[in-house]
């Protein structure tokens, strides 16, 4: 495997159950990222992980609990959402400070909150 | 508040010519712009970025132009492919906190043959 790959591709689940999302980068990066893709909006930052410490927190709802337990996986568990948080869950990472440091992307997790 | 815009949500353009795509920034702080390009059911990639210390960078077909004064940047694509058919994100960071990108809402490229 190369680059940054993530699983499921596709989710459908209920507002009562609990479900992961695992994202993993094989590119020898120090930084990971969880983005929220929803329809006709920008991507946005959800969380930055730096070297397995998370340093930004982007004012997200606690029932999106992340978890990066090494610089090479990184995990968003997912529990009582609601039908509103049913997107495109995209993960990146990038080499930090190295200059500018471009973040590689994987393909996405569809999420449907039924 | 959008502080990364993307004005034209979609853009045709002939195979052969010149493919412009337009972003504006409000934020004065951001100094380092990227281009993303998204295909379907793929992550967003990498295509090219330009430091705020220069107003052009080209790569192969690919040009960016940032006019600072303006708050504006445009990526040029010449000649334009039926590959290069996809979704266009402009996005921007501040470099003293590099890693938070900002990103605009995308602009989508379809290349007539």
């Known amino acids: 495997e190369t680059g940054v790959t993530q699983t499921p591709r596709h989710l459908v689940m209920g507002m009562t159950n609990k479900k992961s999302l695992k994202c993993e980068q094989h590119l020898g990066h120090n930084a990971m990222y969880w983005y929220k893709q929803s329809a006709k909006k920008p991507l946005e930052l959800m969380f930055v992980y730096n070297f397995k410490e998370q340093t930004e927190n982007n004012s997200v709802p606690s029932r999106f609990s992340p978890e990066c337990p090494n610089s090479s996986h990184l995990f968003l568990h997912l529990h009582t959402l609601q039908p509103e948080d049913s997107a495109l869950y995209l993960c990146a990472s990038s080499l930090r400070d190295r200059g500018p440091n471009e973040q590689f992307f994987g393909p996405g997790t569809r999420l449907t909150v039924l | 508040d959008q502080q990364v815009k993307q004005n034209s949500p979609s853009l045709s353009v002939q195979e052969g010519r010149i493919s412009i795509l337009n972003c504006d920034y409000t934020n004065s702080m951001f100094d380092y712009f990227l281009w993303y390009k998204k295909y379907p059911a793929e992550g967003p990639t990498f295509l090219i970025s330009?430091?705020?210390?220069?107003d052009k960078n080209e790569d192969g077909r690919f040009t960016v132009f940032l006019n600072k004064s303006a708050k504006h940047l445009s990526l040029h694509i010449v000649p334009s492919q039926p590959g290069d058919s996809a979704v266009y994100f402009c996005?921007?960071?501040?470099?003293?906190?590099?890693?938070?990108?900002?990103f605009g809402t995308g602009t989508r490229l379809t290349i007539i043959p």
């Open positions: 330009i430091s705020s210390i220069k």
């Open positions: 996005a921007a960071r501040p470099n003293f906190g590099n890693e938070k990108l900002t």
